[in-house]
């Protein structure tokens, strides 16, 4: 789970110790295939995020250029899913706030604050946004774990119940209700104000649906370069089935604009 003093290298550590004791919790549910799949995926997660860094780097260095050489000079940095900040600790060493300006979007209340301090000693231009990332301006429910799993700041939580239904059945009876936005419209917005646009994206299941949207309103075209985590591994098998086809669509009609995606973990 999320912990306020948490590093790049703290986010890797964390989210793989959280993720075997969900393994543990799915070989009683769900059976030893499914255990061996999440296990072997929580086994090789340290060589993942090892050529993740890699690769941002490479990607960050590349960028330079365009903004070098654009008319505004700047980049901007959509954190969409920000929890208390770990995607930031981590991003910010490459895309560095001399010249990229931070979106931090975040629906849950209870980590607002922590973002609100990482901001104030980070000396970045970081906006926040207290909603929730989704197709129309609005409101929706935000779901969570079960009451003796849940912390004030979980990063688990979603606005598609079904998010974690391999791990947990959501407490429906805990969801709040959170004001939600247009991430297409957003990035349409701002991309006319800078000379390129990177996102990152840990929305629990909802990125589904925001990327169709912003493959829709051709929002993904402003995008330089997008990290995304898919969490149909997370999902049920019918629900896993389902996503994991919509996974290999996405991710073939967004290359075919030459946009970077790269899986964030």
């Known amino acids: ?48 995020s090892l050529r993740l860094r890699v690769a941002v780097a490479a990607d960050a260095r590349g960028v330079l250029l365009k903004i070098r050489n654009g008319k505004h000079g700047r980049g901007l940095f959509i954190d969409c899913g920000s929890n208390i900040g770990q995607g930031y600790e981590f991003f910010s060493k490459y895309y560095r706030k001399e010249h990229f300006d931070y979106i931090m979007i975040e629906p849950n209340k209870n980590c607002i604050p922590y973002l609100e301090a990482l901001r104030d000693r980070s000396g970045a231009n970081i906006d926040i946004i207290a909603k929730a990332a989704s197709v129309r301006d609005g409101f929706a429910r935000l779901f969570g774990p079960p009451s003796d799993r849940a912390e004030p700041i979980y990063e688990g939580r979603s606005i598609v119940p079904e998010h974690n239904n391999s791990l947990y059945q959501t407490d429906n009876t805990a969801a ?28 629990e299941g909802a990125e589904y649906e925001l990327l169709l949207d912003m493959i829709e309103s051709r929002a993904h075209r402003k995008l330089y370069a997008a990290y995304i985590e898919f969490h149909s591994i997370y999902m049920k098998d019918k629900d896993r089935n389902i996503r994991r086809k919509m996974e290999y669509d996405l991710k073939k009609d967004i290359g075919k604009d030459d946009i970077l995606l790269r899986e964030w973990i």
């Open 176 to 203: 709040d209700i959170v004001e939600t936005f247009s991430l297409s419209q957003l990035i349409l917005d701002k991309s006319q104000f800078y000379d390129v646009v990177i996102l990152k994206m840990d929305v």
């Open 1 to 48: 789970m999320a912990n306020a003093s948490i590093g790049p290298t703290g986010h890797f550590s964390s989210r793989f110790s959280a993720r075997l004791q969900q393994s543990a919790r799915v070989l009683k549910n769900e059976g030893a295939r499914r255990f061996l799949e999440l296990s072997a995926l929580s086994l090789i997660e340290p060589v993942r």
